[in-house]
């Protein structure tokens, strides 16, 4: 069995260190600043700074000339850490190093979980086998399907809660049996 393989982060030699943390940083105002500026600034900024690193060009170029001198394989990216070092971080998946991997873990779906939508969708007996596990299209379809009307719902004649007497000597009680 081969094991899994994980991605891997190194740090990046203080030269090349100065030069990621001095790229500059366009925010939201327009207001131009550098990655170290930001990294000392609040955590939430840190998941932006990282998104901007991992979509520049330049920092792309010089991550794979990192890995490929570290003789490694895979996607490469550099990613700044909370406590300012910047890392090259090498993932056998892509994923793993785009602008989506450096999303803080809280934030990284907004929708509900497969379980929760499959559940949902039996209870509304909505066949959403064909749909797999893309949660936008399952959502789409719970949506568009039309509402259960409560007086088309009937209740079973008997519930499994109710208990009957047996009739054997032993005084036991059993629970009715299923159909």
């Known amino acids: 069995m081969t094991r899994k393989l994980k991605p891997i982060e190194t740090i990046v030699e203080e030269g090349i260190s ?3 943390l001095s790229l500059p ?29 991992a979509e520049n060009a330049l920092v792309n170029i010089v991550a794979k000339t990192l890995m490929q001198q570290m003789n490694r394989r895979g996607h490469a990216g550099i ?32 929708l509900p979980s497969l379980a929760q939508l499959r559940k949902e969708a039996a209870e509304k007996e909505i066949d959403i086998s064909d749909l797999g596990r893309q949660k936008t299209l399952i959502l789409k379809r719970l949506e568009e399907a039309p509402p259960i009307e409560e007086s088309l719902v009937v209740p079973p004649s008997r519930l499994r809660d109710e208990i009957g007497e047996a009739d054997d000597p032993t005084g036991k009680t059993r629970l009715p049996p299923r159909r």
């Open 25 to 53: 940083v366009v925010d939201e105002n327009g207001v131009l600043s550098t990655v170290g500026q930001n990294i000392q600034k609040a955590a939430a900024l840190l998941t932006d700074t990282n998104k901007v690193l």
């Open 18 to 20: 100065q030069d990621i």
């Open 79 to 110: 990613r700044v850490r909370p406590d300012g070092t910047v890392v090259l971080r090498v993932a056998y998946h892509a994923e793993d190093v785009g602008p989506e991997a450096f999303r803080s873990p809280l934030t990284k779906s907004k």
